[in-house]
């Protein structure tokens, strides 16, 4: 995400150098807002496929990824730069999401696979950055942290503060 702007700047200056600074701002321009009408047909169509598939009762995981692409991809064709825009078709065009849902649902996997790598030992191993709530204690039992919503007494016991019921 860091290198995208200066990739971005030295597209820019090198196209700007092969077709000069006012045809490069109208492409700037022109693809902008090509990539802001695109962005709102496909949302749309994203839109009903996703309400198609809730309606019909399977599970809209490529429709939800859809989604996302569409809002990602318009995002990046609104920004000012032919790099974004390259990358913002390939996730906006119907013929050229599939392959970036693919790649999209692959990369959240992977990654998904390395925030659980750390699990491997189960809950609290070592690994676990994010406050798992359970951890091993030095005794060697595990200690899960809780809270009680309501202490209901053992049978024929009373509970802190309350009289003993005569049977």
């Known amino acids: 995400m860091l290198a995208l702007?200066?990739?971005?700047l030295v597209?820019?200056?090198l196209v700007g150098q092969q077709i000069g600074f006012w045809w490069t701002l109208a492409l700037v321009v022109g693809v902008g807002l090509v990539g802001a009408w695109l962005g709102r047909r496909e949302s749309g169509r994203t839109y009903r496929a996703l309400q198609e598939a809730v309606?019909?009762?399977?599970?809209?995981?490529?429709?939800?990824?859809?989604?996302?692409?569409?809002m990602i991809?318009?995002?990046l064709l609104v920004l000012p730069g032919f790099v974004s825009d390259l990358l913002g078709l390939a996730a906006v065009l119907p013929f050229t999401r599939p392959t970036a849902r693919r790649l999209f649902q692959a990369a959240v996997a992977r990654q998904a696979d390395r925030v659980t790598a750390g699990m491997v030992g189960g809950p609290g191993a070592a690994g676990t950055s994010w406050g798992s709530p359970t951890r091993t204690r030095r005794g060697g039992g595990e200690v899960i942290e809780g809270e009680v919503v309501e202490e209901t007494p053992p049978p024929g016991t009373t509970a802190p503060g309350r009289p003993r019921l005569e049977e």
């Open 55 to 70: 309606r019909s009762g399977r599970p809209p995981a490529d429709e939800v990824t859809d989604a996302i692409l569409v």
């Open 5 to 8: 702007p200066l990739v971005e």
């Open 73 to 75: 991809g318009a995002f």
């Open 11 to 13: 597209v820019l200056v």
